[in-house]
């Protein structure tokens, strides 16, 4: 075998790992080798006319759920779309309470089986939560981690710096590389308006089984 070969069969092997650890707390979870393949998986649990929300993701740009959800095939909550103004886009956000799909990634996947996000407005939190009447989640490889420690640190050093070099956002984590409280307790951080960790949420179980799905690949995807 190659080393990447290799380095794929080791992640494979976690990402086993973690699929068992997310079905005991009544998650769905799937592994999809390609890209192509999350796509098609991903695009499976939905209906044509649906309506559909979603998070916030550069990996739903990646693998190209994003450009599907605009296909016209779908009733798509499309916050962002181009001339909205901010009201508007607020009420796309808060529609999406009733949405019959929800996709997100998520910011860490521990191999315990949680899902770990963290938030500034909210409005992806809350929906994994409650309201949507699916979520489906869809995570490369890059955000497996061992355990909430791990998912904590990896927000703090990976995920929140890239979003606010991406928002070219004012704060700390956006000049340094890493947040203001790294290696400090959980929730510490930055203080001011730019602030985009706010609102930190553990998925630790699904009371109602098939409402959330996981998507893992082998594959690099997002932050
Ligand atoms: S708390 Fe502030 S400094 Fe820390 S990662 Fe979040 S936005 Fe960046």
Redesign the pocket.
């Known amino acids: 075998m190659t080393a990447a070969e290799l380095r794929k069969a080791n992640m494979e092997e976690k990402i086993k790992r973690t699929i068992a650890a997310l079905d005991r707390h009544n998650i769905d979870a799937y592994y999809a080798e390609t890209l192509e393949d999350v796509s098609k998986l991903a695009m499976s649990f939905v209906e044509p006319g649906s309506s559909i929300s979603c998070g916030g993701s550069e990996t739903l740009k990646e693998c190209g759920i994003l450009e599907k959800l605009r296909s016209g095939e779908y009733n798509f909550l499309d916050r962002r779309a181009e001339g909205l103004s901010r009201e508007q886009s607020e009420e796309l956000e808060r529609s999406a309470f009733f949405a019959d799909v929800y996709f997100t990634s998520s910011n860490a996947i521990t191999e315990n089986g949680e899902l770990y996000n963290?938030d500034?407005n909210a409005n992806r939190v809350a929906a994994i939560c409650y309201g949507p009447k699916k979520v489906i989640v869809i995570a490369g490889a890059n955000k497996l981690v061992r355990d909430l420690d791990e998912a904590a640190l990896r927000?703090?050093s990976i995920a929140?710096?890239c979003n606010?070099q991406r928002l070219n956002?004012d704060?700390?984590?956006?000049k340094?590389g890493?947040?203001?409280?790294?290696g400090r307790r959980m929730t510490?951080?930055?203080i001011?308006a730019?602030?985009?960790?706010c609102q930190y949420l553990v998925t630790g179980y699904q009371r109602k089984r098939g409402r959330i799905h996981v998507i893992l690949t082998a594959e690099t995807l997002g932050y």
């Open positions: 963290v500034g927000v703090k929140a710096p606010t956002m704060t700390p984590c956006q340094l890493e947040c203001a409280g790294i510490d951080g930055c001011g730019q602030r985009i960790c």
